[in-house]
């Protein structure tokens, strides 16, 4: 099965309308849990915040699409920003001292004496689970984690960058997840948003 990937932005300087693309993002849903509010992060950002972003350049939304009975469906989609990690001097007096080796070796002090760290921030990544999307049996986690570091080292090969990071929920089988992605989760810091924080070095593939 081909899965098709395609940016916001194409989309908005196509011939389809904005209402019509609004449309489109509203055929997104994601799996509610009780006292788990990422699920619900994921899909209003899609549904109310992506264009807005787009056209302030704030990130960029790329959109996944399978195809079920030779019709196009909304698969999944992720988000990416050229955002640098910037960790306050509180958080960073938490970590080990073999991260914060890691870190210093990718990183520099700032004025304020935080700590930043030049990269790409995924802010939010997430499948469709609407009835037409599961019946297309269509982009896996996996998949959708593949596409969004591509996109990132695509970018990296052109304007650099050490890291990319991402923000989630404390939930082990999420955290599980992005570790078997390469990801290292900073233990003992949490961000302002009350959440883990995870980050993998940027390499360029031999």
Known sequence: MALDVVSLTDILNSDISEEEVKDLLFTFETIQSDGVSGAADVEYFFHYKAIEFEKLDISRTYLV???YKEKRILSGYFSISNRPLAISKKNFTKLTNSMKKRLMGVGHRT???SYEIKGFLIGQ????FSEKSR???GATGRDLMAFAQNKILEAHKIVGGRIVYLECQHDQKLISFYRDH???ELEDYESVNGLAMLVKRLKQPE
């Open 65 to 67: 699409f399978s195809t």
């Open 125 to 128: 990544i997430g499948r469709n």
């Open 135 to 137: 019946n297309s049996n």
């Open 111 to 113: 004025e304020q004496n």
């Open 182 to 184: 390469g990801f290292i």
